[in-house]
T-cell receptor, first 112, second 114 residues
């Protein structure tokens, strides 16, 4: 069964550093998303991406965040200057036209 | 108004019992209500979803009950099994299709004892 993959599974970085989280969506999917989950809290929407542009973003997704689909298979989330409060599990998801979300296993980001 | 409130935070059920998880929402524009199941180390997986034109949807042992007037919906897991032990999230969105934004509840950790 096709699945969304994410790398790395765990990323530790120092405050102020840039991090790039990588995702490989399901190959025939056209819509891509990033969500995050702070430990013990709910899953929160960050951004959706379609046709090589952001279609919607939340108030969390400020200028420190950016997304890119650099090569037609990867979908990346960049955090330019990480803050302690960026520590969370980050989930990538993709969907086809029917809308059903397929989530990846997540990347645990720890900012020290 | 975008919140989805989920309860209980954790639930312990004996094998064969019924697990019930409840969610409530404020925004009457929500019209799509999925439930996700998440096992440790995995991302959330869509379990079952309902739209407000029906009051109940059943898929195998999983049933969603929907009460539009009360703005509440619940997940019932019949004949609960140890393999059902996972975290369950309710969610809601406005509109269907792939461009909708999902708003999640905080999750319920279900433990089914053998």
């Amino acid at each position: 069964e096709p699945e969304v993959t994410q790398t790395p599974s765990h990323q530790v970085t120092q405050m102020g550093q840039e991090v790039i989280l990588r995702c490989v969506p399901i190959s025939n999917h056209l819509y891509f998303y990033w969500y995050r989950q702070i430990l013990g809290q709910k899953v929160e929407f960050l951004v959706s991406f379609y046709n090589n542009e952001i279609s919607e973003k939340s108030e969390i997704f400020d200028d420190q965040f950016s997304v890119e689909r650099p090569d037609g298979s990867n979908f990346t989330l960049k955090i330019r200057s990480t803050k302690l409060e960026d520590s969370a599990m980050y989930f990538c998801a993709s969907s086809d036209r029917t809308g059903g979300r397929y989530f990846g296993p997540g990347t645990r980001l720890t900012v020290t | 108004q975008q919140q989805v409130k989920q309860s209980p935070q954790s639930l312990i059920v004996q094998k064969g019992g019924i697990s019930i998880i409840n969610c409530a929402y404020e925004n009457t524009a929500f019209d799509y209500f999925p439930w996700y199941q998440q096992f440790p180390g995995k991302g959330p997986a869509l379990l079952i979803a309902i739209r407000p034109d029906v009051s109940e949807k059943k898929e195998g042992r999983f049933t969603i009950s929907f009460n539009k007037s009360a703005k509440q919906f619940s997940l019932h897991i019949m004949d609960s099994q140890p393999g059902d032990s996972a975290t369950y999230f309710c969610a809601a969105s406005i509109g269907g299709g792939s461009n909708y934004k999902l708003t999640f509840g905080k999750g319920t950790l279900l433990t089914v004892n053998p």
